[in-house]
């Protein structure tokens, strides 16, 4: 299989260590097939060779072998994009995004059953969801993060949050039952072990509280089109768990919540990011100039068109590849119903 030349054993890159999967996340299963193999597109942080595997009983898709715990700050450094967002995307875009950020807590919040008397955002990066709660009303010590940047962390406390640098599997300090919203956009899907992360979460919901993950949809049309390398939602290698909305919609239903919608967001970034793999990487003619038309931190005329388009599929009763799913606890006490691999 083709290696782009910032891949091969004599550059610079680093190869960093790995550790195996295990068992499917979902059913357990311990079969599983190659579905697609690649490197890191995005940030070339390592030289290695990654493949994702599909079960073969359920078809959940996660990546094995994946990187060890103390590789995490080689493909995640400091000038991650979620890091440094604000600093990053041109403030047209930043715009862009406020404004579909504020129509998606909207229309999530409706389903309360009563307003939401507090937050928490895990995997809270630069903090903007915190904030955008606070205007809405809510008071900082009422605002919960978690996050994996102690710098982060730092800043939201400096503003009064109520911020944590830790992992959801591991967090203490927050109250059982106290959260009425959380939120994990786009972490489930880094997390080695989502089944414990949902038991934790669970726990800190209020009873009638709810639970929105944002994470992509390995069975959606760029999904399909790019599916053996060049997709975006690989995320290589920091994407460790891929689902569909079945997949996700049992792994709630094990652990605990009751899903109660599922939605669809633009997946723009991942659309944008396939093209610009597939230009820039290609073995016959790459072409770094040309893939820079594609990049979503830099291009913005394309980002906007992509986001219309995904934004018309998604009205159109289209399954785009981010999808937004509300939950809820199923039980009043979810330890009851837990399971996970």
């Known amino acids: 299989m083709y290696t782009p030349p910032a891949f091969r054993d004599d550059g610079a890159l680093p190869l960093i260590a790995t550790e195996p999967a295990g068992a499917c996340m979902v059913c357990g299963g311990n079969r599983s097939v190659p579905k697609a193999s690649g490197f890191d597109f995005e940030l070339e942080t390592c030289r290695n060779r990654w ?3 599909s079960c073969m009983a359920c078809g959940h898709v996660q990546l094995d072998p994946r990187p060890a715990p103390q590789t995490l700050e080689t493909i995640y ?10 600093d990053t995307l041109s403030p047209v875009a930043i715009a862009g995004k406020a404004f579909l950020d504020r129509a998606k807590f909207r229309g999530f919040l409706r389903l309360l059953r009563r307003p939401a008397r507090s937050y928490m955002d895990i995997g809270c990066g630069d903090f903007k969801y915190l904030d955008l709660m606070h205007r809405e009303g809510l008071a900082p010590e009422n605002l919960y993060g978690l ?5 982060a962390v730092s800043r ?31 972490v489930i899907e880094h997390v080695a072990d989502p089944g414990a992360v949902l038991h934790s979460v669970s726990r800190w919901l209020s009873p009638d509280g709810i639970l929105v993950i944002e994470t992509p949809n390995v ?43 599922i939605r669809y967001q633009t997946g723009h970034s991942f659309w944008l990011y396939s093209l610009h793999h597939a230009i820039r990487y290609n ?13 979503p931190l830099r291009s913005l005329p394309m980002l906007v068109l992509v986001t219309a388009l995904d934004k018309l599929r998604a009205l159109l009763g289209m399954r785009t590849s981010a999808m937004l799913v509300i939950a809820e606890r199923a039980t009043p006490d979810a330890d009851a119903n837990h399971r996970h691999g």
Not at 167 to 186: C, Y
Request: glycine share 6%.
């Open 283 to 295: 073995p016959i003619l790459p072409s770094a100039m040309l893939s820079r038309l594609f990049d």
């Open 51 to 53: 493949t994702f595997q």
């Open 77 to 86: 450094p400091p000038t991650y994009y979620s890091y440094a967002m604000r």
């Open 219 to 261: 069975a959606a049309l760029d999904a399909q089109l790019f599916a053996r390398r060049y997709w975006g939602g690989y995320h290589i290698p920091r994407h460790w768990h891929l689902f569909t909305p079945e997949g996700i919609t049992r792994l709630l239903e094990q652990n605990g919540f009751r899903v109660r919608a």
């Open 156 to 186: 939201a406390r400096k503003k009064g949050y109520q911020a944590f640098h830790a992992r959801a599997e591991t967090a203490t300090g927050i109250p059982r039952g106290a959260i009425d919203v959380a939120t994990m956009f786009h």
């Open 147 to 151: 996050e994996l940047d102690e710098a």
